[in-house]
Nanobody
Framework: VQLQASGGGLVQAGGSLRLSCLAS??????NGWFRQAPGKEREGVSC????????YYPDTVKGRFTISRDNAKSRIYPQMNGLKPEDTAVYYC??????????????????WGKGTLVTVSS
């Protein structure tokens, strides 16, 4: 299984970025995006369970981030709007096939891609 994240970069506060995760040419039961800033714990920021279509966003990004998937392209996208300096982090895409729903939270993931750095300047 290979997950390739791309689309990171430098953006000014208030701007937008759309990251992309290419997922090995297959679909998974659950996809997610996580981030980790220096000195902070990893945080699930956008997760999607495909069986029920549920999504999960923590309060830190709710209303600003939206996760979507394109099955034909095996890609998962988080659209990130209204970016803030505190969104600066390395972002990782992840997936698993354990089923279940993310309605109450992202939970654990099995496969991880390498991160892509997002830097939001003030």
């Amino acid at each position: 299984v290979q997950l390739q994240a791309s689309g990171g970069g430098l953006v000014q506060a208030g701007g937008s970025l759309r990251l992309s995760c290419l997922a090995s040419g297959r679909t998974f039961s659950t996809n997610g995006w996580f981030r980790q800033a220096p000195g902070k714990e990893r945080e699930g920021v956008s997760c999607l369970s495909n069986a029920d279509g549920a999504t999960y966003y923590p309060d830190t990004v709710k209303g600003r981030f939206t996760i979507s998937r394109d099955n034909a392209k095996s890609r998962i996208y988080p659209q990130m709007n209204g970016l803030k300096p505190e969104d600066t982090a390395v972002y990782y895409c992840a997936a698993h096939d354990w089923g279940g729903s993310v309605v109450h939270g992202c939970g654990e993931f099995e496969w991880w891609g390498k991160g892509t750095l997002v830097t939001v300047s003030s």
